[in-house]
């Protein structure tokens, strides 16, 4: 699997960041889509599959944590990170409990840290694929 196979969502309210990460994620050579809200993420990922899914805690129409849960309940092979400020770290770990992979602290003062959390998720998505194949491998047999 090549990063550029990788399809990434990146959800957020606030235009400036989802353009921001949009742009350095594509830059690292994942493909990247992004979504305004959590009803428009959800209506991505009925046309599409994701392999990675950023998302904002506090947005006004659906918070990341229903969003979170609702992709779970569909989407459950997603990885899903949550972005959030420092003061809602309590919300963070109730993502935890509900499927959430790992989560970005904003404002983002280094990208660097973007690309680690995405780059993690890659190579989770790199392994199972390998197990994938695997499986695969020993059916034939």
């Known amino acids: 699997m090549d990063k550029r196979d990788v399809r990434v ?7 400036g960041i989802v353009k921001a990460l949009q742009l350095h ?13 959590g009803p428009e993420a959800l209506a991505a990922l009925e046309r599409h599959r994701y392999d990675v899914v950023l998302s904002d805690i506090m947005m006004a129409e659906m918070d990341g944590v229903e969003l979170l849960m609702r992709i ?6 997603t990885i899903v990170v949550m972005i959030t400020a420092a003061d809602s770290l309590a919300k963070v770990l109730s993502c935890r409990l ?4 790992d989560y970005l602290l904003k404002p983002f003062d280094d990208l ?3 690309t680690a ?8 998505l790199q392994r199972w694929e390998e197990v994938m194949n695997n499986v695969r491998t020993l059916r034939v047999r």
């Open 25 to 37: 994620l594509e830059m690292q050579g994942y493909t990247v889509e992004t979504a305004g809200s």
């Open 112 to 114: 660097d840290a973007v």
């Open 117 to 124: 959390v995405v780059d993690r998720a890659y190579q989770k």
């Open 9 to 15: 969502l990146v959800v957020d309210d606030e235009e």
């Open 72 to 77: 779970k309940e569909k989407h459950g092979d």
């Open 98 to 101: 509900y499927g959430a992979a």
